[in-house]
């Protein structure tokens, strides 16, 4: 069993930037890949980038170049570093964790979630 739970969200101007925090309870951490999804109001859930075991990552087109994904396997935490936010990156981000056996690519691969934290990206 996994416990995830995100803080860092707030509310940003556009250009600005945020640092998520994801803290993952339990010592098997260091074994799971890590994604971030976000959902938008009105939106479906979406993936917006990850790291597996291994610290390969993955983006989303719409995010790279601007966001960063960072895991401590000593401290338990992957991070999300948000950098020249815009609007269309407000929503909810959820952490999620997926068995190093399965892509991190594919959002119903991930077994566990945190309740979200909210961002927000004023125009």
């Known amino acids: 069993q996994v416990q995830l739970v995100e803080s860092g969200g707030g509310l940003v101007q556009t250009g600005g930037s945020l640092r998520l925090s994801c803290a993952a309870s339990?010592?098997?951490?260091?074994?799971?890949?890590m994604g971030w999804f976000r959902q938008a109001p009105g939106k479906e859930r979406e993936f917006v980038v990850a790291?597996?075991?291994?610290?390969?990552?993955y983006y989303t087109d719409s995010v790279k170049g601007r966001f960063t994904i960072t895991r401590d396997n000593a401290k338990n935490t992957v991070y999300l570093q948000m950098n020249s936010l815009k609007p269309e990156d407000t929503g909810v981000y959820y952490c999620?964790?997926?068995?190093?056996?399965?892509?991190?690519?594919?959002?119903?691969?991930?077994?566990?979630w945190g309740q979200g934290t909210q961002v927000t990206v004023s125009s």
């Open positions: 999620a964790a997926v068995p190093s056996y399965r892509s991190v690519l594919t959002m119903n691969n991930y077994d566990y």
């Open positions: 339990g010592r098997t951490f260091s074994t799971y890949g």
């Open positions: 790291i597996s075991r291994s610290f390969g990552r």
